[in-house]
């Protein structure tokens, strides 16, 4: 009965390569985010779709791009892999962007 | 436009009290406050709309100085549960689709 759930859990890949971040949020929310981690603990927001539409574009790369199929599932695709970009990944959800947002579980992303 | 949370770091024995506070450069419209545990999602712990209210959440209470800008988490009695990083994540109005920009972080360590 998760809430909100991430996959993979861990992704280790070459500098380079294209991965993808899966998300699913069984709450009925309309609004899903994309967080950014890093070794310091900062945690900064990338993106939020509500409903299906893009609302907020923070300032990062377009080598990230995110896609969300329904109001259920945010995805994030990041092309050509960079050092930097080895953090974990969180995505949440919220009702109607606002109020308390639920975060899943989390993706450790680490580039080699 | 990060809030800044103090103090960076804290240790206290079960039982003992703390304060951690935030503090934002601009005008506020709602403070949130989570606790991650290491390794572990971000956990709502509390959100605080303008208007100076100050709510209660079994030992854990926090107030919001619209004025000030500044919100304060107060732990009472701490347990051992208690330990892990609080953040304090901020909006600046109640149109930004649920943006919120996180401060640092305060580490919380409790000891038997």
């Known amino acids: 009965d998760t809430a909100v759930s991430q996959t993979p859990k861990y992704l280790v890949t070459q500098m380079g390569n294209d991965k993808s971040i899966k998300c699913e949020q069984n709450?009925?929310?309309?609004?899903m985010y994309w967080y950014k981690q890093d070794s310091k603990k900062f945690l900064k927001i990338m993106f939020s779709y509500n409903n299906k539409e893009l609302i907020i574009n923070e300032t990062v790369p377009n080598r990230f791009s995110p896609k969300s199929p329904d109001k259920a599932h945010l995805n994030l695709h990041i092309n050509s892999l960079e050092l930097g970009d080895s953090a974990v990944y969180f995505c949440?959800?919220?009702?109607?962007?606002?109020?308390?947002?639920?975060f899943g579980p989390g993706t450790r992303l680490t580039v080699l | 436009q990060q809030p800044v949370q103090s103090p960076q770091a804290v240790i206290l024995r079960e039982g003992e009290d703390a304060v951690i506070n935030c503090s934002s450069s601009k005008a506020l419209y709602s403070v949130h406050w989570y606790r991650q545990k290491h390794g572990e999602a971000p956990v709502f712990l509390m959100i605080?709309?303008?208007?100076?209210e100050q709510k209660g959440h079994d030992k854990i209470s926090a107030s919001f100085n619209e004025k000030k800008q500044q919100s304060s988490l107060y732990l009472t009695a701490s347990q051992l549960s208690y330990s892990g990083t609080y953040f304090c994540?901020?909006?600046?109005?109640?149109?930004?689709?649920?943006?919120?920009?996180f401060g640092q972080g305060t580490e919380l360590s409790v000891k038997p």
């Open positions: 994540g901020t909006e600046r109005s109640s149109n930004q689709g649920g943006k919120l920009i």
């Open positions: 605080l709309l303008k208007g100076g």
């Open positions: 709450l009925g929310h309309d609004t």
């Open positions: 949440a959800s919220s009702p109607r962007g606002a109020g308390r947002q639920f």
